[in-house]
């Protein structure tokens, strides 16, 4: 059974971080494009950072970085100087490899359960 989950979600202030991370089971994600997405209250499921299956790293702001271990079969989502408006539930996605990889929730197959980020003082 293919499963995802996700951890390291919680309460942060305003200017701290928090690294997620999405372990896999029942599939190796060495062969599969994966992203990290979040809904907020309200809004629609937006792509925050989508990777294919062979890089390795991606980062954008230098806020958020997407990394993926596949020796831990894990993703890893690293953010940084978080604001109140990252405020999400936040979900990690695999899809088998594709030729252009995309961050549209639509095309993913595979999701974990997500995990709460609430950014307050």
């Known amino acids: 059974q293919l499963q995802l989950v996700e951890s390291g979600g919680g309460l942060v202030q305003p200017g701290g971080s928090l690294r997620l991370s999405c372990a896999a089971s029942?599939?190796?994600?060495?062969?599969?494009?994966i992203g990290w997405f979040r809904e907020a209250p309200g809004k629609e499921r937006e792509g925050i950072l989508c990777?294919?299956?062979?890089r390795r790293a991606l980062s954008v702001k230098g806020r958020f970085t997407i990394s993926r271990d596949n020796a831990k079969n894990t993703v890893y989502l690293q953010m940084n100087s978080l604001k109140p408006e990252d405020t999400a539930i936040y979900y990690c996605?695999?899809?088998?490899?594709?030729?252009?990889?995309?961050?549209?929730?639509?095309?993913?197959?595979?999701w974990g359960q997500g995990t709460q980020v609430t950014v307050s003082s």
């Open positions: 029942g599939f190796t994600l060495d062969y599969y494009d």
């Open positions: 996605a695999a899809i088998p490899r594709t030729v252009q990889t995309t961050c549209d929730p639509r095309a993913y197959n595979y």
């Open positions: 990777i294919n299956s062979i």
